[in-house]
């Protein structure tokens, strides 16, 4: 039998050292924005006519790798509207998010915390993308659990929302595998417009359905 993984010697060139730049702090690189508010930020703001309680999301983009239902190997996400700012979401792990076998990939984890803090910005009538996320990885998550998580939105400061999510196994009051911690940043629909690919740009702005055309860029018709 061969070494187990802790015992197995270190490869050649593998140690481990200090990077000696690090790429947050060279002069093109923004520093890190912290994960905790400021203490002048705000509480958000449900929008008025943000769905009810209860009400089934939907798909944002027919094509979105979180939640989109044309996309095989997507998460197909069903997320659905909570109380204040904050969302509830059910993932199931299918064969096509293995990572080790038959475990979740932890990169499929974090998307799917991702599209599931992404949702919030819905109940605020607010369009913005993902800044920073931190995921800590609590439990191995296996092929066929359905991943039950739950978003909230804890403060905005400027542009930037901050929200945290965790994801639970074994049912919604199951323990917790997976937790996340983000800062959103608010930008105005240009900001797709103006980087996205220009097929699926015109594709979805194409789109008859006024409601589908807004949400694909979660811009609130
Ligand atoms: C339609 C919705 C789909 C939802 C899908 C799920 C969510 C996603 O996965 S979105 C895709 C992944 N995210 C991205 O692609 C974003 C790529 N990054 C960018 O485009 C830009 O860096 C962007 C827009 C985030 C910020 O750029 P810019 O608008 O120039 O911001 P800037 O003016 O420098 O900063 C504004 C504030 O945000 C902060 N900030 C900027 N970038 C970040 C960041 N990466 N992390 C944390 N804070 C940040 C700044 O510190 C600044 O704070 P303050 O006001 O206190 O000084």
């Known amino acids: 039998m061969g070494p187990s993984l802790a015992r197995r010697a270190r490869l050649p060139g593998t140690a481990v050292r200090s990077a000696a730049v ?33 009400t089934p999301l ?14 095989p190997h997507g998460l ?6 909570g109380e204040g700012v904050s969302v509830t979401a059910e993932f ?10 038959g475990l979740a990939h932890g ?3 974090t998307s799917a915390l991702d599209e599931t803090l992404g949702s919030l910005n819905w ?29 909230r939105c804890t403060a905005v400061h400027g542009r930037k929302i901050y929200s945290d999510a965790v994801g639970r196994i074994g049912g919604p009051k ?3 595998a997976v937790r996340a911690k983000a800062v959103f940043i608010e930008v105005k629909v240009e900001h ?24 694909a860029f979660e811009v609130n018709p």
């Open 174 to 176: 199951g323990p917790i």
């Open 192 to 215: 797709f417009i103006d980087n996205g690919r220009k097929e699926e740009i015109e594709a979805a702005m194409e789109d008859p359905d006024q409601v589908r055309r807004a949400r």
């Open 123 to 151: 109940l605020m009538h607010s369009i913005a993308v993902t800044g920073r996320l931190e995921t800590d990885f609590l439990l191995p998550v296996p092929v066929d659990t359905v991943l039950h998580l739950d978003a």
């Open 58 to 71: 939907g798909a944002h983009y027919d094509h979105c790798f979180g939640c989109g239902q044309a996309l």
């Open 22 to 54: 690090s790429a947050a702090t060279s002069p093109e690189t923004p520093p890190e924005t912290s994960l905790v508010p400021p203490d002048d930020a705000v509480a958000p703001v449900r929008h008025p006519e943000a769905p009810a309680p209860g």
């Open 92 to 101: 199931t792990v299918k064969p096509q998010h293995q990572g080790a076998p």
């Open 107 to 109: 990169g499929v984890l």
């Open 76 to 81: 197909h996400l069903q997320a659905h509207a």
